[in-house]
């Protein structure tokens, strides 16, 4: 058996007819490990009574399903080139295989308490594996693994065009049922709350409202496909491709602008604290991505700035001065960049990856000393301080109260500090910032100056992050010392990394996807950080120039024969170098 | 020209700045000690006791620490997910434990004890080297030839992926290591006033890593490890197989944090799914102590970690009438690190391994 599936080199061709069994075993195997592990680490049965599609599926049930079809539609990619229902036979047995695992599982805990060990080893999880029967049924995740992966073996043998399309509309089917609920509410003082009570239940999609989003996502790519809009404006003169992005810019603008005052202060909220972590994005993409200093204690500087406006502004027993938020922000500002100087000026002259840590270790020294009685008497210590004004005092049914100043403020501020970073970047001292990222040494034979050219990427950072510390004591009224934490540093850095280091759109889409999704979705915010781990090493392995590049950085990162297949295979990459060397 | 003026002027700065920072630390140790010893604020006997204590903890670090240095040795990589190693080895010998208690051969008699608490070891050694090797194998292998900051990051998303596994498996409580009664009493040893339970963790430390300085410095294995740590282009052309003796580093710096799990379990007897990161962080500090890469070098920056660590506080601070310096054990911590880091990030005994990234 063993012996027929051994793969000769330099038979490729012979080699790919053959069932790659071993390789098939692999995905198999990796499906049942992730589903096993969706189980107990809680995604399962956490979910489970989040609906996606209203008496249809569950989230819990539909990440079993992904990892399923997922498996089953990589075995059978696998597999296409050699026939059709051979693919659809290949996705159907890998989904069967990994389905065999969660089946062991039910057996195994209908034996051994595995709850001793694994909290989330329940009776309801069970009962969900089993589609309620008891062990009786523990065969039923074999057959659902072989429906679902052999699905998606019918998908992974579909033609080009249509495949895509049909995992588009899956994606926007979750998309929606995720996001069911939150648009509901809105929706429900409008004139609209008609139609929104019959597509959207309080959690999920209804069952006409899923038909809608699946089909609706197939008719739109369609129309699409068929038009070719982008192509047809980028084909116009550029005169006449101003009056097409023109009035599209000045609708996203629009749209960006009445966002919090349309969907309701929860909405606000969750933006505000987006557009905040933008700000602080920009400024670790400075230090990170542009000058290459891994900072893992950056919300030191958050910290200085937070706790600078707190005391200068509040009104309690720990003010100083009473200021006003606006007089407050530049001595924020500046102390943070101060400060920056402070810790730099030691530390900067020692190597990357110690640097890492030595900057983590200032985060935990401000974060103890902060909390600890020797500061208590100046910075109240555990209790923090409280009662700090907002930058704009109005009434609390004024359209401006709330979070909505708050994104407005974060939102200007993040605009400026954008600017301002953009402009370094192509200025004498970014072009610095990347020759020491890229080389220390040639660098610095090249005359720049190590040490100022560091302490000034790393004092922007520190500024930036002071700005965005001075803005979220705003936001939320009160600072304490519990919201000085390490995890805020990681939040940052993976922002910055996932979205592309030295990429100004890369920290807006990363702050979106990896702040904005979890602030929205609360009932997954223990699972963020688990999400950011598999992202950071998921980025580094596949994708080091992050998900939204610059074009330097893509450059870099890959050698020009990974870069002239890229070409090929990604859809982005030809746009962005015609654009680039049309003069 | 006039650049030149502004980096000549920087660098005065920087030196001026940087001798003052020395000055202030020494000036903080030295006046801060003199004054809490003339104080009498504390008897001899107390200072005993918290050298007993530094060095039950110091045991540990350099435990820790051994993993970081020998593969910082080989890979010139930070294995920032190692301290969640280390938390691994504390579940798996918890969970052993009960086990263990329940089954009645924890608690039954001495004897019996220590061969379940060897028990637990062996659980928690063989758990910490497959999350190892698992770690090295996805987040590490495909990244051996990439700039350094890359596998850097990539640790630290595997550092946090384990983190929330452990808190989604097993949940964000705080889990009570069984107490074993004859490991509390207190031990005959003069002075330092230790139970029983911090004499096991430093002579079962100590007994391990000496096992594992006679292995790295006599074995086949661990002479190849050296060499692929002093040069790998050389030592595959000696025909050693390089990924071979990184795994191996891999599952010996594990397999030490995974005992150091179960000790610091015993010890200081609860476990939770974030333990890892500042045991972790600090150990690294030992490791850079000593001279990273250096095997000897390790057990004695883990030891002078614990000692400066749990002395530190009450002896440089409470002279100042800091209010409860023992909470501030950590920013002594974290003080030495950067210092080490700032200036003499050679260490104590000397780097080892090879200059450059290979």
Known sequence: MTASTIQVTGMTESASSSWHLRSFLRTGVLGGVISIYLCLVGIVPVFADRALIVGVIELGQAALLIAFGAVGYLAARDQVGVSRVRAVAAGTAVGAISGTFLTGLVLVGSVVDLRAVFLNASPELYALLTNGQGTSWAWFPILVGAITGGLAGVVAVLPAGLRSMVLVSLGSLLFFGLFAGLLRTPLLVTPLAGPARFLLAADGLTVPGAILVFFGTVAIIAVVRRTKPRQRVNALPKAQRRLVTGPAAILLLAVILLFPLAMGSFFAQVIAIVALFILLGLGLNITLGLAGLLDLGFVAFYAVGAYTVALLTSPGEFGLAQLTFWQAVPFAVIFAMGFAIFLGLPILRIRGDYLAIATLGFGEIIRILVGSDLLKKSLGGPQGILNIPKPIEVATTHWLAGPTQIYYLALAFAVVVAFVSWRLRGSRMGRSWMAIREDEDVAEGMGVNLVQTKLLAYMMGGAFAGLAGAISVALIGSVFPTSIQLQLSINVVAIVVVGGMGSIPGVVLGALVLIGLPELFREFSDYRFLFYGIALMAVMIYRPEGLLPSKIATRELHTADELAEMDDADLLAPEEITQGSAP | ?358
């Open chain 2, 1 to 358: 020209m006039k650049v030149r003026r502004l980096d000549r002027i920087t660098d005065v700065a920087i030196d001026v700045f940087m001798w003052t920072f020395r000055a202030v630390i020494i000036l903080v140790v030295v006046v801060g000690s003199a004054l809490t010893l003339l104080s009498g604020k504390y008897t001899p006997a107390d200072w005993f006791q918290l050298i007993g204590k530094g060095l039950t903890v110091g045991s540990i670090y350099a435990m820790i620490a051994l993993g970081y240095t020998m593969v910082y040795g080989i890979l010139r990589m930070i294995n920032f997910a190692h301290g969640e190693i280390f938390m691994g080895g504390a579940f798996a010998g918890y969970f052993t434990a009960v086990a263990l208690m329940q089954a009645g051969a924890l608690t039954a008699s001495v004897a019996s004890g220590l061969i379940s608490i060897a028990i637990m070891i062996l659980v928690a050694m063989a758990v910490s080297v497959g999350l190892a090797l698992a770690v090295e194998r996805t987040a590490y292998r495909p990244l051996r030839n990439a700039p350094t900051l890359v596998p850097l990051i990539s640790a630290i998303g595997a550092s946090l992926f384990l983190q929330y596994t452990a808190r989604g498996f097993f949940g964000s409580g705080v889990y009570g290591y069984p107490s074993v009664p004859f490991l509390n009493e207190p031990a005959p040893i003069p002075l330092l006033n230790m139970r029983w339970v911090d004499v096991l963790v430093v002579v079962a430390s100590f007994t391990m890593m000496g096992g594992l300085y006679l292995f790295i410095m006599r074995s086949k294995v661990g002479t190849a490890i050296r060499a692929v740590s002093e040069d790998k282009g050389t030592a595959a052309l000696m025909g050693i197989d390089a990924n071979r003796a990184i795994v191996v580093t891999f599952v010996i710096g594990a397999a030490l944090a995974g005992a150091a799990g179960v000790l610091w379990g015993l010890s200081y007897t609860q476990v939770t799914w974030s333990m890892g990161l500042v045991p972790g962080i600090k150990a690294f500090t030992a490791a850079v102590l000593g001279g990273i890469g250096n095997v000897a070098g390790a057990m004695l920056g883990g030891l002078f970690l614990g000692l400066i660590e749990v002395v530190g506080p009450n002896l440089f601070l409470s002279g100042f009438g800091v209010p409860s310096p023992t909470q501030l054990k950590d920013v002594v911590a974290f003080t030495m690190l950067v210092l080490v880091l700032v200036f003499r990030p050679s260490g104590i005994l000397g780097e080892r391994g090879a200059r450059s990234r290979a």
